[in-house]
């Protein structure tokens, strides 16, 4: 496992983190206004100028921009977590990965430049009914009429629901697994938005009913099961979300270090006082766990390594819990402040806690975990 | 500090390395059979023991001890590379009883390396790696656990040696062991941790008496010695006089190391008379046969265990990435130690919880009894080695920089801090 960056990630990161710092401020989530869509359009586009949607992407057929793109684009996603980027890194990638390697000729070439340099935006309608996300969930369907597809379903918790160009919907065509791109603007689309804890995203649920889609807008061969593609692109999203909340949890962390050293109580800083210390080395024990297997699972999915999916499993189990865990006892020490609008802890938690069942819960995971291991 | 630097050039390449380890294995060590051992008594090691010398022996004859040991002290002078593909050939090999030499090979052995005399490690170093000397430590005392260094064995020098009165507990596998570090206080008139030295003890000398001690489940690993009058020459010194402190820091190090599974020891660090068969395994059978592995709950705690045994390797990896680069200090080894202990103790948690009334309740002839004796013993691993108090400590305050408590017995004479808690 490589946990040392190469000179180059290196420079990813470090160009990352100063173009996170210098454009995206917490405080531009506690006060959203009308505009923000114009705005987070902006952001997009010039972050997708740094590489952040084209790492998959081929460069006029050629080899793709990044020849290590997880291991790049996760250095990416845990800069993003830090920041509480509120672009849709995880999901554009995943439609693009998906578009790679399943894509039409017709389709990539309408989508995928507008994708890599940031003008058009998408999100995958994976989810169904409460927390179904998995493809067992499924249960959204299309059938041919004529050079269509006519789609039905309704999708849950979709990430920048009202504010992707597209979406890449999941349904069965008959018994297969099947993948649509469908613009959002569509005939018989509808979104509700949904009240997300998390400020730093919007989320939707969104219905398909009758709506037409070109058969050169479906991912993947027809009479082909898009089961293998899915389970790829699920894995790819744990991956980023992982590296994102690693990111965002040893932010928390560290800031919450800091405070403690500065304040002080009954003459000393609180950090002097062991019921603290003893807090912190157990958080950093588990926080050091999050990192590593976060590492530990993006090379397992650039590897296309067999227990791939277990050890994803372990990861979001592990990330997810600790997450919230940390952060909100990081709000206990911090005290009082860390409960006003102002502060900007209940920003990360927040996020944590969405991210937490994001793509599949803690809860969820363990119990995967157990099937998988033929419990 | 110690010598492991080997120029690439006069070093056997890997692969040539790999097929004679493998063909030397294969002829020489029996596979391994899994036998689950319930307790074991004093009797069952001094088998276990006989055992481990006989096949290190056989190891060292058939030049394969101390791979990452120097040539001039009877080791290979071989790398890292080197071990861990040793370790990967000998992994389904019968040799389970060697981790009986894990703390002479992994602990004593390099810390003799770093700060013996050439003597001391002529004599000591060759007879580590063939088997004959078995070494423990001995430091912690009734008295003095977490805080070693107010320990009370008194070292009095008498001319050419050093006479030693007082006692040490918890020392394991010393009743079928050779020699001791043992650290001791030599002057009495200087701050705690400037006043100790390290002295080399064979433990059968004259004035030592030693007692198993026995556990809460019965079993007899670890031990307590008493010293009435022991003589032990000046020239059985480890380092200097007065600095057995800077001897027991590196000893540490190493013991840190050795459970990371990166120390000169040949094999990695696994616990004496542990089944072959993984613990995830014992858990999942414990579930099947007590009927409750449908059970939500059930596999929720069952899923929670997998996720921690797990996410050791990573850890690890992480950590020990990170200290080498220099990234995170020394003792980040810290964090390996509690997330190790931590884990392990949750795991056997939850066997109780999964196992119910079958594992505290069982049948004679019932295997899942296994685990809640284990259980009753789990804290050991919190306890042993440096107690998890001692790691948070240790993270806290040199991982995270976290002001140190405050000691008020660090900067007096040893003899004031003795009498202050007279009065």
């Known amino acids: 496992m490589n946990v040392e960056l190469t000179e180059e990630q290196r420079l990813l990161q470090s160009t990352s983190r100063q173009f996170l710092d210098e454009t995206l401020s917490l405080d531009a989530l506690r006060h959203r206004s009308a505009n923000d869509a114009a705005l987070t359009r902006d952001f997009w586009i010039r972050a997708a100028a740094l590489g952040w ?107 920048a629901a009202t504010s992707a160009d597209y979406f890449l919907v999941t349904a069965f065509v008959g018994d ?26 919007d989320f939707g649920d969104v219905s398909f009913h009758d709506v037409r889609v070109a058969k050169s807008f479906r991912v993947g061969a027809p009479g082909e099961s898009a089961d293998n593609a899915v389970e790829r692109q699920w894995l790819l999203a744990i991956t980023l979300q992982c590296a994102q909340m690693g990111g965002m949890l040893d932010r928390v962390f560290n800031l919450t270090v800091d ?30 766990a999050a990192l590593g297997l976060s590492t ?34 990081c709000a206990q020490i911090f005290g009082g402040i860390s409960m006003t609008w102002e502060h900007d802890l209940h920003l990360y938690l927040r996020r944590a806690t969405v991210d937490r069942v994001l793509y599949g819960s803690p809860t969820q995971l363990r119990e995967r975990l157990c099937e998988l291991v033929g419990l | 500090m110690t010598s492991v630097n080997v120029e690439e050039a006069d070093v056997e390449d890997l692969e040539s390395f790999n097929a004679r380890a493998r063909a030397w294995a294969v002829e020489n060590l029996p596979v391994a059979v899994d036998n689950v051992q319930a307790r074991a008594d004093a009797e069952d090691h001094v088998k276990q023991v006989a055992k481990a010398r006989r096949t290190q022996r056989l190891i060292f004859d058939g030049g394969f001890a101390g791979l990452r040991y120097p ?99 918890w020392s394991t596998f010393a009743h079928v062991s050779d020699y001791a570090l043992v650290l001791s206080r ?10 100790l030295s390290m002295l080399i003890l064979p433990i059968r000398s004259k004035g030592v008496t030693l007692r198993t001690i026995q556990l809460a489940t019965g079993s007899a690993e670890f031990c307590e010695e008493f010293f009435d009058d022991v003589f032990i020459p000046v020239s059985d010194i480890v380092g200097q006089e007065n600095d057995g402190w800077s001897v027991v820091m590196r000893l540490f190090f190493h013991e840190r190391n050795m459970v990371g599974g990166n120390s000169l020891n040949d ?82 948690e939850i066997a109780l919880e999964v196992g119910g009334a079958h594992v505290v309740l ?34 806290s305050e040199r991982v995270l920089g976290l002001p140190r408590d405050h000691s008020p017995d660090t900067q007096l004479p040893f003899r004031d801090v003795l009498a202050q808690r007279q009065r």
């Open chain 1, 259 to 288: 405070y403690a050293q500065d304040r002080y109580a009954f003459g000393r800083p609180i950090a002097s006082y062991q019921a603290l210390k003893h807090r912190f080395a157990d958080h950093k024990v588990w926080l050091e």
């Open chain 1, 176 to 201: 297969d697994l099947a993948q649509f791109l469908v613009p959002r603007d569509a005939q018989g689309v509808t979104i509700t938005r949904l009240d997300a804890l998390d400020l730093s995203r």
């Open chain 2, 71 to 169: 040539k001039e002290y009877g080791g290979q002078g071989l790398t890292r590379e080197h071990q861990l593909a040793w370790r990967e050939v000998t992994s389904d090999r019968d040799i389970g009883c060697l981790s009986h030499l894990k703390v002479t090979h992994g602990i004593m052995g390099p810390t003799l390396l770093d700060f013996g005399t050439e003597e001391q490690k002529q004599r000591h170093i060759p007879a580590m790696l063939r088997g004959d000397e078995l070494w423990v430590q001995f430091l912690s005392e009734p008295n003095a656990g977490s805080d070693l260094a107010s320990l009370l064995t008194r070292a009095q020098r008498e001319g050419d040696v050093y006479i030693l009165n007082g006692s040490k507990i």
């Open chain 1, 296 to 329: 530990g699972l993006t090379e397992a999915f650039a590897n296309g390594d067999p227990g791939v999916t277990e050890l994803a499993c372990v990861v979001k189990a592990h990330v997810g819990d600790r997450s919230v865990e940390i952060i909100s006892d």
């Open chain 2, 362 to 395: 069982s049948g004679p002839d019932d295997e899942v009894g296994g685990h809640g004796h284990r259980w009753l013993v789990a804290r050991i691993g919190t306890i042993a080695g440096g107690s998890s108090e001692m790691q948070r400590n240790a993270i």
């Open chain 2, 267 to 348: 094999q990695d660090a696994a616990g004496v008379g542990e089944s072959a068969v993984s613990t995830e395994e014992q858990l999942l059978a414990l579930a099947r046969s007590v009927g409750n592995s449908k059970d939500s709950h059930t596999r929720q705690l069952i899923g929670e265990a997998l996720v921690l045994d797990r996410l050791a390797d990573y850890t690890i990896q992480r950590v020990n990435a990170l200290m080498k680069s220099g990234a995170m200090p020394g003792p980040g080894a810290s964090i390996v130690k509690l997330m190790r202990s931590l884990s392990k103790y949750r795991f056997k």
């Open chain 1, 53 to 159: 949607t084209s790492m998959f992407v081929p460069d006029d057929l050629d080899d793709p921009l990044s020849d290590s793109p997880v291991r790049d684009l996760a250095i990416v996603a845990e800069e993003a977590g830090r920041s509480l980027e509120s672009g849709s890194l995880l999901e554009c990638n995943v439609v693009a990965y998906a578009l790679v390697n399943g894509g039409s000729r017709e389709v990539k070439t309408q989508l995928l430049p507008g994708l890599s340099n940031g003008s058009i935006t998408a999100s995958w309608a994976f989810a169904e009914g409460v927390d179904g996300w998995s493809k067992s969930d499924v249960r959204s369907s299309a059938t041919v009429d004529g050079d269509e597809y006519v789609l039905n379903g309704q999708k849950s918790t979709v990430v």
């Open chain 2, 186 to 195: 030599t002057n009495l008139d200087v701050p705690k941790h400037s006043g």
